[in-house]
T-cell receptor, first 115, second 118 residues
Framework: DSGVTQTPKHLITATGQRVTLRCSPR?????VYWYQQSLDQGLQFLIQ???????AKGNILERFSAQQFPDLHSELNLSSLELGDSALYFC??????????????FGPGTRLTVL | AQKVTQAQTEISVVEKEDVTLDCVYE???????LFWYKQPPSGELVFLIRRNSFDEQNEISGRYSWNFQKSTSSFNFTITASQVVDSAVYFCALSERRGGTSYGKLTFGQGTILTVHP
C-alpha cells in the first residue's frame, strides 16, 4: 500500500458525460500528479500540482481539468467524455516539487469505462 | 525530447530462471533520474528503484539487481531465480532535472510483460 488513495475504483459512464476522479496524497506529500494509462498510448503524464498550484502540464486535453485543494487532495475532472477516454487513471504523489531525488508513489488507479 | 524504450514486449520464463529486462533512454540533460516500476495483475504501480545519472554504481537488492550504463544509455533490471509472484508488467521511466516546465514528469517506456511459469 503506497498510502495514496483514489476513488472511485471503477467508473462506468456514457459518452458526453462528465466525471470527477479524486485523489488523496500520502501524508506529508505536497505534489500530486495525474497519469493516464491506455492500451494505445501507454502511461502518459497529464498534469502536476504542487501545494495547490499547477506545476507542470503534459498531454492533457482541454476537456480535462484538475485542481488541488487546501487539504492537498486533488480532483481530475473529465468532461464531454468520448469512447477514447476509457483508460486507467493514476494519481501519484511526492514530497517535493518532483525535481531531483523526489520519488512518485502511485495510487491504485481509477478505471474509467465510457460506453 | 526524452524517450524511454523497452524493446522486449513480452518475456516468458520458467520459475528459478534468471531474467533481464532491458531499458534504453534518450535525454539531452546531463542530470536525470531513472526509475523502475512494477504493475502486478492487480493493477497498481509499485516503485522499485531510482538511480541518479551521476551515480553509476550498480545495485543489488535481494533477488533484484540493476545495471546502469551511461555510455550506452541503458538501465537494465535483472531478477535472479524468478518466482511466479514476479509475474507483472515492468516499466522503466525517466525524469529530467531541467525539463523546462516538465519538472516531475515521468516519461515511461511501453512496459515489458513478464510471465513466470511454475
Amino acid at each position: 500500500d503506497s498510502g495514496v488513495t483514489q476513488t472511485p475504483k471503477h467508473l462506468i459512464t456514457a459518452t458526453g458525460q462528465r466525471v470527477t476522479l479524486r485523489c488523496s496524497p500520502r501524508s506529508g506529500d505536497l505534489s500530486v500528479y495525474w497519469y493516464q494509462q491506455s492500451l494505445d498510448q501507454g502511461l502518459q503524464f497529464l498534469i502536476q500540482y504542487y501545494n495547490g498550484e499547477e506545476r507542470a502540464k503534459g498531454n492533457i486535453l482541454e476537456r480535462f481539468s484538475a485542481q488541488q485543494f487546501p487539504d492537498l487532495h486533488s480532483e481530475l475532472n473529465l468532461s464531454s467524455l468520448e469512447l477514447g477516454d476509457s483508460a486507467l487513471y493514476f494519481c501519484a504523489s511526492s514530497v517535493g516539487t518532483g525535481q531531483g531525488t523526489d520519488t512518485q508513489y502511485f495510487g491504485p488507479g481509477t478505471r474509467l469505462t465510457v460506453l | 525530447a526524452q524517450k524511454v524504450t523497452q524493446a522486449q514486449t513480452e518475456i516468458s520464463v520458467v520459475e528459478k530462471e534468471d531474467v533481464t529486462l532491458d531499458c534504453v533512454y534518450e535525454t539531452r540533460d546531463t542530470t536525470y533520474y531513472l526509475f523502475w516500476y512494477k504493475q502486478p495483475p492487480s493493477g497498481e504501480l509499485v516503485f522499485l528503484i531510482r538511480r541518479n545519472s551521476f551515480d553509476e554504481q550498480n545495485e543489488i537488492s535481494g533477488r533484484y539487481s540493476w545495471n546502469f550504463q551511461k555510455s550506452t544509455s541503458s538501465f537494465n533490471f535483472t531478477i535472479t531465480a524468478s518466482q511466479v509472484v514476479d509475474s507483472a508488467v515492468y516499466f522503466c521511466a525517466l525524469s529530467e532535472r531541467r525539463g523546462g516546465t516538465s519538472y516531475g514528469k515521468l516519461t515511461f517506456g511501453q512496459g515489458t510483460i513478464l510471465t513466470v511459469h511454475p
